[in-house]
C-alpha cells in the first residue's frame, strides 16, 4: 500500500497542473494583501457601515492579519474545490485515457487498493493546497499587517474576537475546510472511475458543486425542507463556525467559545459519511468493471 501511495503521489506532482493550482492560489492571495495594505481602512470602512458615527474606530487596527485571512477564506473556499477536482477528476480517467489503467489492474495488488491509494495521495494534495493557502494568508498577513482584534460580521451584528483568542480558531477552520474539500475529491474521485477520459468528472464535479451550492443558496420552502439537508454543500461552510463566539445571557463573550458546535459537528459528520459512502462506491464500481483501456 505505501509504495502504491508513492506512485501515485508521483503521478500526481509530476504534472504541471497540479502546480498551476498553487500558482493560482498566490497570485489571488497577493493581489487581495496588496489591495488592503493600499486600501485596507476604506474596506474596513465600508465592511462596518455607519459604525463610527456611533463610536471611535482605529480602522488601522481592525485591518490586520487576522482579518486579511478571513477576508481570503471568505472569497477563496468557495473556489478552492475547483482546483481539487482539477486534479482529483483525473486519478482514475486520466490513467483510462492513456492506456496505463489496465496494466495497473494487473500488478499484484486489489483493486481496492489502488483506488485507497489513489484517495490518500490525492488527499496529501488537498493538504498541501490548504497549507499553503495557510501560509500565505495567515503567515504572510500577520507578518505584514500584524496581529489585533478580528471583527466578524454575523447576521444580527458584529462581535470581536480578542487577538489572544483568534490564531486556535483558524487551525480547526483550516482542518474543517480539509474535510470539506475531501468530499469534492471523493466526488471527483467516483466520477473518474465511471468516465474513460479526464474531461468529463473535472467538468462534471464543477458543475455538481456548482448546482449544488446554488440550492443550498435559495431561500425556497420546498428546496430548504426537502433538499438542503442532504446535499454537500450546505455544510461545506461549517468552517466559519468556529469564529462565532459564544455569549452570557448579559451579552458579554465567553472567550475560548464557540456558539454553535453542535452544528459544526453534525456538519462535519454529515461531510465524513458523504467520503465514507463516496469512496465505498468507488471501489465497489472499480472492483467491478470491465477494464479495456
Known amino acids: ?10 503521478k500526481i506532482f ?5 502546480y498551476l493550482a498553487f500558482a493560482i492560489i498566490a497570485a489571488f492571495i497577493f493581489l487581495i494583501q496588496l489591495g488592503l495594505l493600499v486600501n485596507g481602512k476604506d474596506w474596513m470602512k465600508f465592511m462596518l457601515g455607519s459604525l463610527d458615527e456611533t463610536m471611535n474606530i482605529d480602522y488601522n487596527k481592525l485591518v490586520n492579519g ?10 477563496l473556499l468557495v473556489h478552492v474545490p475547483i482546483l481539487v477536482a482539477l486534479v482529483a477528476g483525473d486519478v482514475v480517467s486520466g490513467e483510462a485515457s492513456m492506456g496505463t489503467l489496465r496494466l495497473l489492474a494487473a500488478k499484484p495488488v486489489s483493486r481496492t487498493q489502488i483506488i485507497l491509494a489513489k484517495y490518500f495521495a490525492t488527499a496529501v494534495y488537498v493538504f498541501a493546497l490548504l497549507l499553503w493557502i495557510a ?3 495567515l503567515v504572510v498577513s500577520l507578518a505584514v499587517f500584524g496581529k489585533n482584534d478580528l471583527v466578524v ?19 480547526f477552520a483550516f482542518g474543517f475546510a480539509f474535510i470539506a474539500m475531501m468530499v469534492v475529491a471523493a466526488i471527483s474521485l467516483l466520477l473518474s472511475v465511471l468516465s474513460e477520459n479526464s474531461i468529463g468528472p473535472i467538468v462534471a464535479t464543477v458543475g455538481i458543486i456548482i448546482v449544488c451550492t446554488l440550492i443550498s443558496e435559495m431561500e425556497i420552502p420546498l428546496y430548504q425542507k426537502y433538499i438542503k439537508p442532504y446535499l454537500f454543500t450546505t455544510y461545506m461552510l461549517g468552517w466559519k463556525g468556529f469564529f462565532y463566539i459564544g455569549s452570557t445571557d448579559d451579552g458579554e463573550t465567553i472567550k475560548g467559545s464557540i456558539q454553535y458546535l453542535p452544528g459544526i459537528l453534525k456538519s462535519m459528520a454529515a461531510l465524513l459519511i458523504y467520503i465514507v459512502a463516496l469512496v465505498s462506491a468507488s471501489v465497489f464500481i472499480f472492483r467491478k468493471k470491465d477494464i479495456l483501456s
Open 1 to 10: 500500500m505505501w509504495n502504491l501511495l508513492q506512485i501515485e503521489l508521483f
Open 135 to 137: 501560509i500565505i494568508s
Open 153 to 171: 460580521a454575523k447576521t444580527n451584528g458584529l462581535q470581536l474576537i480578542e487577538s489572544g483568542d483568534v490564531l486556535w480558531r483558524y487551525f
Open 14 to 18: 509530476k504534472k504541471p497542473r497540479t
Open 66 to 75: 487576522y482579518a486579511v485571512c478571513y477576508f481570503v477564506l471568505n472569497l
